[in-house]
């Protein structure tokens, strides 16, 4: 077993990524799994991924508002 997952990879099967993010395995987690039979690898993968996407979204609002205030743009000049 070599602990990647495969994502993309050529005619031979080679590729794939080294997860990073481990999910805690423990009773808080193995209960729902087995008895709930919910996908808790799932629900943690979506609940840090909205982490990061939460986190990103609000740094390029902080960008944005910093960048407006230093920026002025020309308003358009009246056409005749």
């Known amino acids: 077993m070599n602990l990647r997952v495969q994502v993309d990879s050529d005619s031979a099967m080679n590729g794939g990524v080294t997860p990073d993010i481990r999910v805690p395995l423990n009773d808080t987690v193995m209960d729902p799994l087995y008895i709930d039979s919910v996908d808790v690898e799932l629900q943690y993968a979506v609940k840090t991924l ?31």
């Open 50 to 80: 909205s982490s990061i996407l939460d986190s990103a979204i609000r740094r390029t609002k902080v960008l944005n508002r910093a960048w407006n205030r230093t920026t002025r743009i020309p308003s358009a000049a009246p056409q005749r």
